[in-house]
């Protein structure tokens, strides 16, 4: 089965910059986009970032000028360049693969912005 496995998760302070990663093991057929989403505590889930195939970026107003999302076809690897950290942006990031059929999630990994 295809699994996303994501990393670089943690506590950072204000100001602060993190990269997330996520590895794709398998092949997933069909790929339309790659992208991250968030859910901070207590609230729904939220688009964050994604890129296409082409290379094609789309970011949430939120993080625009902050967050750089980026792949690696080689290690088939998807990256989430955070800088300029908020507390606002505390949430659990997930991985996402979409395609035609059904999207693939990652586990979740934890980014804690405090001081």
Do not use: H
């Not at 195939?53 to 076809?73: E, H, L």
């Not at 989430?80 to 942006?89: C, G, I, R, T």
Request: aromatic letters at 10%; charged letters at 20%; a positive charge.
């Amino acid at each position: 089965q295809v699994q996303l496995v994501e990393s670089g998760g943690g506590l950072v302070q204000p100001g602060g910059s993190l990269r997330l990663s996520c590895a794709a093991s398998g092949y997933i057929l069909g790929v339309k986009t790659r992208g991250w989403y968030r859910q901070p505590p207590g609230k729904q889930r939220e688009l964050v970032a994604t890129i296409t195939s082409g290379g094609r970026t789309n970011y949430t107003d939120s993080v625009k000028g902050r967050f750089a999302i980026s792949r690696d076809r080689a290690k088939n690897t998807v990256y989430l360049q955070m800088s300029s950290l908020k507390p606002e942006d505390t949430a659990v990031y997930y991985c996402n693969v979409r395609t035609a059929w059904v999207d693939y999630w990652g586990q979740g990994t934890q980014v804690t912005v405090s001081s």
